[in-house]
């Protein structure tokens, strides 16, 4: 079943609903894009793309990514089992332990990171993710391919 690919810039979806400082997804901003119950899995596409933040050498600790009340206000309002994002964390950098831990441990949302999603428009696509098999570990490299 075909689930939801947003693209969100500086916090908001085209140009409409909360803003919020660049990096920080509140829990706003999640209300503002009115994702429906019955959606599974959300990819987002944000301005770390636009800055090309995955092509560059040096980590960017200004990237855009979750507070934790904007990870509990997916959990809590949504049926998101599977989200994921345009650069190396989720979380915000000042608030990386406690996202994760929300999504992981509340409802077990897998939390896919690292994507590239240059030239993905908004709109629903057919999420695959093939991970590599590693035993005893709790994350591993994946790769994902989007179908329209």
């Not at 810039?9 to 829990?27: E, M, N």
């Not at 979750?66 to 000042?94: E, H, M, P, R």
Request: charged share 25%; net charge positive; with cysteine.
């Amino acid at each position: 079943m075909p689930e939801q690919a947003e693209e969100v810039r500086d916090g908001s979806r085209g140009g409409a609903g909360a803003v919020a400082p660049l990096g920080i997804f509140r829990s706003e901003v999640m209300k503002s894009l009115n994702i429906p119950r019955g959606v599974h899995r959300v990819l987002f596409k944000t301005l770390n793309t636009d800055r090309r933040l995955m092509h560059r050498r040096e980590f960017a600790s200004d990237f855009t990514g979750f507070k934790k009340d904007g990870a509990q206000w997916l959990v809590d309002n949504t049926d998101i089992k599977l989200v994921g994002i345009d650069y190396l964390s989720i979380s915000a950098y000042v608030d990386a332990a406690p996202t994760h831990h929300i999504l992981l441990k509340s409802r077990e949302i897998v939390i896919v990171e690292g994507l590239n999603l240059d030239g993905i428009k908004p709109g629903k696509y057919t999420v695959h993710c093939l991970p590599l098999r590693m035993v005893g570990a709790d994350g591993c490299p994946t790769r994902c391919i989007l179908t329209a």
